[in-house]
């Protein structure tokens, strides 16, 4: 009896553990085209799994489908969180084959502003249906002020996600990240560049405390 009964809160111990644990968290990376997206998700990984998610690119729209990359443990200051990342398709009003002309065949053109247009829309679905929270990245080069951008972070705000914005690109010259904070104020800007591994640190401290 008393081996039985022992057997018993063993496998009940074994089976609360496993129920407690939460499932990881889809973070979704969102944000205008050529942002930094997916060399952001890219870093990501390689930091913490040693694998890439997909292509970088400087032409438009090379992520033209989410890509997904599961079991991201990230540690920081004590605090550790695992997030699927869900690396998705620049979103923009309107994608135009004369943006790839330079760049490729007009046929060629024409198949990836399709296949643009077709990853907008399943951006758009992970953002209302799939996803926990948004790390949304924007180019701290150009204006934040857009259409897009205000659609998106209005979006994210109705569906009360927690939402990190990460000013990008600040090795560039002209880059202004108060310019994205003044935009934005409600929302908590980390100034990274992707590209160089700047400020990833600060980066991974905020994953870790918010997504956590």
């Known amino acids: 009896m008393g081996l039985f009964t022992e057997l018993k809160d063993s496998i009940s111990r074994v089976t ?21 997206k997916t060399t952001l998700a890219n870093r990501i990984a390689r930091d913490w ?7 970088e690119s400087h032409v438009p729209h ?11 443990e990230i540690e920081r200051n004590g605090k550790t969180v695992t997030i699927d990342i869900v690396d998705t398709p620049g979103v923009t009003t309107k994608v135009d084959y004369e943006e790839f002309t330079d760049e490729m065949e007009e046929d060629d053109a024409i198949r990836r502003s399709r296949e643009a247009t077709e990853g907008v829309a399943e951006a758009m679905h992970w953002l209302r249906e ?3 929270g948004v790390i949304y990245v924007l180019d701290s080069a150009e204006d934040p002020i857009t259409q897009v951008n205000t659609m998106l972070i209005g979006i994210i705000e109705s569906r009360d996600l927690p939402v990190l914005i990460f000013a990008n690109k ?8 108060k310019r994205i904070e ?6 908590k800007t980390i100034p990274l ?6 400020n990833m640190d600060e980066v991974y401290e905020n994953i870790a405390e918010y997504f956590g």
């Open 16 to 36: 609360d553990r496993l129920f407690s644990e939460q499932e990881p968290k889809r973070i979704g990376i969102y944000g205008p085209p050529n942002a930094g």
């Open 49 to 55: 799994t040693g694998d890439a998610i997909g292509t």
């Open 62 to 72: 090379e992520t033209r489908r989410a890509r997904r990359k599961e079991d991201v």
């Open 130 to 132: 799939d996803v926990d």
């Open 170 to 177: 600040i090795d560039l010259d002209d880059s202004s990240v």
């Open 182 to 187: 003044d935009a934005f104020p409600q929302h």
């Open 193 to 198: 560049s992707a590209k160089e591994g700047e």
